[in-house]
Structures are given as C-alpha cells and as structure tokens.
C-alpha cells in the first residue's frame, strides 16, 4: 500500500470538522508493519490494536500551506526492539488521519532495535489535500 489519508479523515478534512492546526494535537505512531489499514473503516486509534510500538508527544510547527500539512520532524527515543513498523498519524483524541509506509530511499518501515528512531518530514511536506 502507499501511503493514504483515511477516508474518514478526508471527509471530516473536507467539511471542516477536522482543523489539523487550531486547537488539537497532532502524533504520530510507529505501528507494527502486520496492521493492514483498512482505509474506509478504520478510524481511531483503537482500531490499530496492538500494534503500536511507539507515539509522539504532540507534533510542534503545524502548518497548512496551500493544502498541503507539515509539521516539525520527530525523534522516537531509545524504541524497543520489535518488528518492522510504518507510521500512523492521529490526533491525540484518536482520530486516524493518515497512514505512512513508503519514504524516499526506504526509509520505511524501520525496524527498531533500542535505539532512537528520527522521522524526517519530506521537504514538500507530510501530505496534500
């Protein structure tokens, strides 16, 4: 799969519902690469089981540019060993908003091993509308 926002995300992004700079905090997860999104019905945290490694604290910069949203880079600290994982980004209150598996040069998925796991946006952003 590639990299996708959730469709419910998509409808609340589009009625407005859902203001990914004003007022909630944005994290990101890293989630075992055995989670197989389903992105028509998943759509809160709950709905990745056991398969995360690891959450942010809250995503610092948010911006919104033109439709495309963009947010400071993250660093995971000292993760623990588990198997390959993707990211998911969700607001804190468990909303799903968008599911990451592809990154320019391989980057993912990252298979920790205990040490810290840096996540570097691309330049043009994490995701356009």
Not at 40 to 65: E, H, P, R
């Amino acid at each position: 799969m590639a990299n996708a926002l959730y469709n419910l995300a998509k409808a609340d992004l589009l009625d407005g519902s859902l203001d990914l700079i004003a007022g909630l905090d944005i994290m990101v997860s890293l989630v075992d690469e055995a989670y197989v999104p389903n992105l028509n019905t998943d759509a809160v945290v709950a709905d990745l089981g056991a398969n995360i490694v690891d959450t942010s604290t809250a995503l610092g910069s948010k911006t919104n540019t033109l439709g495309v949203f963009d947010a400071a880079n993250y660093t995971f600290v000292a993760v623990p060993a588990d198997n390959p994982c993707n990211l998911v980004i969700h607001e804190d209150a468990g909303r799903l908003i968008a599911f990451i598996d592809t990154a320019a040069g391989g980057a993912l998925p990252v298979t920790p091993v205990g040490d810290d796991i840096p996540i570097a946006w691309p330049v043009a952003g994490i995701f356009s509308l």
